[in-house]
């Protein structure tokens, strides 16, 4: 009997997804417009019909920016499982596509935590602050189910719906492939460029002595924020990979305690170091948009490896 009942609930859901798909608003629709505002200072981050194509005061024709919006919220198991594959959508059409999150958090606080937590805050966040339902853009954009994804086109339209991020996924590299997907972001630059900068982090690093002593080495990526005046900001660590655990006799001799502080440790040094070297290559050259200088989330890897 219970297996039966799993059964229901399964099909249930499968049967919900798929009638929400088809309640969504049909392609060629114009999407409705909104916009993000700075919290803080009331500036206007985003507007939806800033993105399609328009003619500007001289005539010349500023061609529009192909816009995903994923409905979503941290409650939602649903959402996320779907994570990382927008994830993996935000990095690998970083530049060709503006992703935008539409959460129905009432807690904004909540979301953000979890958000930075898992490395999902590289993307806009739009949230009212309210229950799903009571949300104008919820109406707007008639969601009744979640995740859920829309594809705006450079025209203002919707382009593609779908309830799940692989079938997203699926749609972008189909109109990648037929050469439908521009580049509109230009990606921050090191002054004197890719090499300059190799040499500047190699001459700026150093190998923690510890790490010397146990021939241990690590990848470490460290992502940040390249400002609009190009500085850098919130720095942190995106990931961390040891490429050879710490060993040698006097480390094998260690207690099974000490070994896993030693480890630990030797991980916090790395991660340390990684963050002290960012902040030490100074201004670059912001990312833009349109030719207007934007914040731009960027990584870059450091592996820490005795020659």
Not at 32 to 58: M, N, Y
Not at 159 to 173: C, H, P, R
Not at 184 to 206: C, D, H, R, S, W
């Amino acid at each position: 009997m219970k297996k039966i009942a799993l059964f229901l609930l399964l099909a249930t859901a499968v049967v919900g997804r798929a009638q929400t798909s088809t309640e969504l608003l049909p392609v060629g629709t114009e999407a409705p417009d909104f916009q993000i505002t700075d919290d803080k200072t009331g500036e206007k981050i985003f507007r939806l019909s800033d993105w399609k194509t328009k003619t500007d005061a001289d005539g010349k024709v500023v061609p529009g920016v192909w816009v995903m919006l994923d409905f979503w919220a941290s409650w939602c198991p649903d959402c996320r499982k779907d994570m990382p594959k927008v994830k993996e959508i935000s990095e690998k059409y970083l530049t060709k596509i503006q992703l935008v999150g539409v959460s129905f958090d009432t807690d904004k606080e909540k979301m953000n935590k979890y958000l930075s937590s898992n490395h999902y805050d590289r993307w806009m966040q739009y949230c009212e602050g309210k229950k799903w339902k009571e949300t104008q853009i919820s109406k707007d954009y008639h969601i009744s189910w979640i995740p859920t994804s829309y594809l705006i086109d450079p025209e203002g339209k919707v382009y593609f719906t779908t309830v799940k991020a692989e079938e997203m996924m699926q749609k972008l590299d189909s109109l990648d492939n037929l050469g439908k997907l521009t580049a509109f972001k230009e990606m921050p630059q090191y002054p004197g460029g890719k090499e300059l900068l190799m040499k500047q982090i190699a001459v700026n690093t150093k190998f923690p002595k510890i790490c010397q002593k146990y021939k241990a080495s690590a990848k470490v990526k460290v992502g940040f924020i390249v400002e609009k005046d190009g500085s850098v900001s919130d720095v942190g660590i995106e990931s961390y990979q040891v490429l050879n655990a710490p060993n040698g006799k006097e480390f094998n001799n260690l207690s099974g305690a000490d070994q896993a502080r030693v480890r630990s440790q030797i991980r916090t040094l790395f991660e340390q170091e990684g963050i002290r070297v960012v902040n030490t290559l100074g201004k670059w050259t912001p990312g833009k948009i349109r030719g207007e200088a934007v914040r731009v989330h960027f990584t870059v890897p450091l592996v820490f490896r005795l020659n």
